[in-house]
């Protein structure tokens, strides 16, 4: 059993900052089928020709987490959050390989919905989470092969400390082809209403669970609702 807190450092400083949850039980991780590369292949070559006429930018919710990002007084220009650096590549034609069935499907909504989706594996993580606001002594090492700072930038963290953000995430947590349990945390944008959230979750969830198996359930926390219990 894990309790998963939503702390009032974010929903003070942004009212409307929600996350949803999705908690994977029982699911097998391996390389992506042929569907899912076509199909992730397929948006990110349809991604750049729009993103030929419509700056990175200037797309709706890279726009809204970028202003997130000020808001909570950090740098948009030098940390840009995880969508917003996958879409840039993508600008360039520097499309993203695959890696494995979790990851491929997990990028793939990030750029979908255009927020930042971090994917974790739940047999890593030591006791309950909290998701909080960054300062100056909240940092890992990133997938990235560098140590990450999250002052301003909201993270996630267990017993052992943080270890996700919609920044980078950790290497501690990373989903592997050996995964059976994970948890997925999506930064949802503030401006979208509850019924449109738990819509999303559910459409994530059940593509998620069609190529990997096992069973799902989803949470949403914000400031009226801000912790749950997962089993």
């Known amino acids: 059993m894990t309790k998963i807190q939503l702390d009032s450092s974010l929903t003070w400083t942004v009212p409307d900052f ?118 100056d002594r909240i940092g890992y090492e990133g997938l990235n092969g560098r140590y990450t700072h999250l002052k301003n930038i909201p993270y996630s963290a267990d017993n052992s400390g943080p270890f996700g953000s919609p920044y980078v995430d950790s290497v501690r947590t990373a989903v592997t082809e050996n995964t059976t349990e994970a948890l997925q945390i999506f930064y949802l944008r503030p401006s979208l209403q509850e019924a449109a959230c738990r819509q999303l979750l559910e459409s994530a969830g059940k593509m998620f669970m069609q190529i990997h198996g096992g069973d799902y359930t989803i949470q949403l926390l914000n400031a009226e609702e801000p912790q749950v219990i997962i089993e």
């Open 18 to 135: 929600k996350i949803g949850i999705i908690h994977y039980t029982k699911i097998i991780v391996g390389e992506s089928p042929q569907m899912i590369k076509g199909r992730t292949r397929l948006y990110q070559e349809n991604l750049f020709l729009d993103l030929q006429d419509v700056p990175v930018t200037d797309r709706a919710g890279i726009r809204e987490w970028r202003q997130l990002w000020k808001t909570f007084g950090a740098d948009a220009n030098r940390y840009r959050h995880s969508t917003e650096n996958l879409m840039r590549r993508i600008a360039k034609e520097n499309y993203l390989e695959p890696d494995h069935s979790a990851v491929d499907l997990n990028n793939f909504f990030s750029l979908q919905y255009e927020i930042p989706v971090g994917l974790y594996d739940a047999a890593k993580i030591d006791g309950d989470i909290t998701v909080a606001l960054g300062d």
